[in-house]
Each structure stands twice: as C-alpha cells, then as structure tokens.
C-alpha cells in the first residue's frame, strides 16, 4: 500500500478557479490528498467548485491587517499535525506538478527532512519553455516531526516571506533541508499582487523578528537566499539522490547562543535565530 501524502493549501476565490481546479487535479493524479484551509465565507463560495477535497475552517485571519482573509503560516501547520501522514506539504494553490517522479521522491527524501522548490513561470501550460523564479518558493514537503521546529510566527500564506521562514526554522535546528532542482512545478505567469515596499515592510517586521542579521550585509533578502541556496541539498527527479559534491554538513555549522545560562538562538554565519520571541 503506497503511503498517504496530504496537501494543505489555501484556495482563493478571488483567483481564477479554472487554473487553481487544474493544479489541484495535478496534485490528485500524482496521489496526493488535498485540502484547503480557508475561513467560513471562503469556503462557502470555492466548495462547490473543488468537491474532491476537505476543507478546513480557521476562526482567525488576518484581514484587518492586509485587507483579506490570508490565512496564517501557524494554522496550516496545526492543520497538518492533525492528518494521518507521516510527510505533508504545502503548495501554492495556483501551482501545477507535472512529474510522477515527485511521490517516490518524496517517500524516500522527506523522512526528518524539508524539500522544497521553485516554480517555473510560463505562457501557458502546454509551453515548451519557461523561466524558474528564483526569488522564492512555492512548495514544501516535509516530515511531519519537522513541525515542531517552527516557534510561533505571524507569517501568512499569500504573503511574501512566509516561504523564507518555512525554510529557515527548519534549517536552524539542523533538519536536512534539501531543493528540487528539476524544472516541474508549473505556473502560468499573471500579474504580481504585492509590491516591494509591502515586501520589504513584511521582511523587516516579521522575518527580522525571528532572525537577526549579524551584519550590514546579511540584512538583506539577497543574502537569505543566498544563505538557503547555500545550506540546501540538491536534488533532482531523475535519479532521486542529491548532489554528493554538495552535501553541507549542517549541524556542524550551528553555533549555540548563550546568555544568562539559557539558550536563547543560534547562528550560522551572519544569522542569528531566535528560538523563542
């Protein structure tokens, strides 16, 4: 019997339905669960148009400070501690994966780990070419032990940098934290929602809650992908293995932060975590 794999999202009316119906349908063929995590007035209007999965209602969101009913990074993640699944994921809900490879991947890669991996921006589905986003992710399979990792946050999906921090957390308490580098995570490209200022105004107050820049040049989202790329193993759907060239011996990396007799972050290079706010 092939294990269960469940994938949390959070469907949007306001979205175009076709293109999120067909990723979703991606995800089913491939074998994965789905559900959407959504408020009531959400669910109402997109469960008639996605009868294949469960929804599940949240009682909070954060409309009253951007607007909309994103849906929290903390939610999900309760959300999925629940599911009977040892590996769970969370994929943007506009995003179709295109390969097979992906499930028996995951089931060999994902046991105490977090894999991860870009989109690729195209014209249309049936496009032979198209353009991998490098500045930022948009899907995540993980062990479910991996949860624990995460201190409470304010991070939302929809929202830039709750992507950065769904790696980050992880990565600082020495999970392996490994990248998909093969091309199969497909989005047709549209018009972008936010604009770098908000992107900047939710870098500096939220993620640098968590993380502390220990210089002038870590304080930037540059140096934190760089930091990602850097720290993740490699892996591609074809021979289900990373890259040995570049194995990062991670919790060798990982220094211990002590004040006052209590641990109270760690660091890596120029970053200092904050286990607890």
Same mark, same amino acid.
């Given at each position: 019997m092939?294990?269960?794999?469940?994938?949390?999202?959070s469907l949007?009316p306001g979205?175009e339905?076709?293109? @999120?119906?067909?990723?979703?349908?991606?995800?089913?063929?491939?074998g994965?669960?789905?559900?959407?995590?959504?408020?009531?007035?959400?669910?109402t209007?997109?469960?008639?148009?996605?009868? &294949?999965?469960?929804f599940?209602?949240?009682?909070?969101?954060?409309?009253k @400070?951007?607007?909309k009913?994103?849906v929290?990074?903390?939610?999900?993640?309760?959300?999925?501690?629940?599911q009977d699944?040892?590996v769970?994921?969370?994929?943007?809900?506009?995003? @179709?994966?295109v390969?097979?490879?992906?499930?028996?991947?995951?089931?060999?890669?994902a046991?105490g780990s977090l894999?991860?991996?870009?989109?690729?921006?195209?014209?249309?589905l049936?496009?032979?070419?198209?353009e991998?986003v @490098?500045?930022?992710?948009?899907?995540?399979?993980?062990?479910?032990?991996?949860?624990a &990792?995460y201190?409470?946050?304010?991070?939302c999906l929809?929202?830039p940098?709750w992507?950065?921090?769904?790696?980050l957390?992880?990565?600082f308490?020495?999970?392996?934290?490994?990248?998909i580098?093969?091309p199969?995570?497909?989005?047709?490209r549209h018009?972008?929602?936010w604009n770098n200022?908000?992107?900047?105004q #939710?870098?500096r107050? #939220?993620?640098?809650?968590?993380?502390?820049?220990?210089?002038? +040049?870590?304080?930037s989202?540059?140096y934190?992908l760089?930091?990602?790329?850097?720290?993740?193993r490699?892996?591609? #759907?074809y021979?289900?293995?990373?890259?040995?060239?570049?194995?990062?011996e991670?919790?060798?990396?990982?220094? +211990?932060?002590?004040?006052?007799? +209590?641990?109270?972050g760690?660091?890596?290079?120029?970053l200092l975590?904050?286990r607890?706010?």
């Amino acid at each position: 019997m092939i294990q269960k794999m469940t994938i949390a999202t959070s469907l949007a009316p306001g979205k175009e339905i076709d293109i @999120q119906r067909e990723a979703v349908s991606s995800w089913q063929k491939i074998g994965f669960t789905v559900i959407s995590v959504n408020c009531e007035e959400e669910i109402t209007i997109l469960k008639p148009h996605f009868p &294949t999965i469960e929804f599940v209602r949240v009682f909070k969101d954060a409309r009253k @400070q951007y607007g909309k009913p994103y849906v929290y990074f903390d939610d999900i993640m309760t959300v999925l501690l629940k599911q009977d699944c040892k590996v769970c994921g969370i994929v943007n809900s506009d995003i @179709q994966l295109v390969k097979a490879e992906l499930y028996s991947l995951l089931l060999k890669e994902a046991v105490g780990s977090l894999i991860y991996g870009s989109r690729m921006d195209v014209e249309k589905l049936t496009s032979k070419g198209g353009e991998v986003v @490098q500045e930022g992710f948009d899907y995540f399979f993980f062990d479910k032990s991996v949860i624990a &990792t995460y201190p409470p946050s304010a991070f939302c999906l929809g929202l830039p940098c709750w992507d950065y921090w769904a790696i980050l957390a992880p990565l600082f308490s020495g999970i392996p934290v490994k990248k998909i580098m093969t091309p199969h995570a497909y989005h047709i490209r549209h018009k972008v929602n936010w604009n770098n200022e908000i992107s900047n105004q #939710l870098f500096r107050y #939220l993620l640098l809650r968590h993380i502390r820049p220990l210089s002038i +040049e870590a304080a930037s989202p540059y140096y934190i992908l760089e930091f990602i790329e850097r720290y993740s193993r490699k892996l591609t #759907l074809y021979d289900e293995d990373y890259d040995k060239e570049t194995r990062q011996e991670l919790v060798s990396q990982i220094k +211990e932060v002590i004040i006052k007799g +209590e641990i109270q972050g760690r660091i890596i290079d120029k970053l200092l975590f904050f286990r607890t706010i």
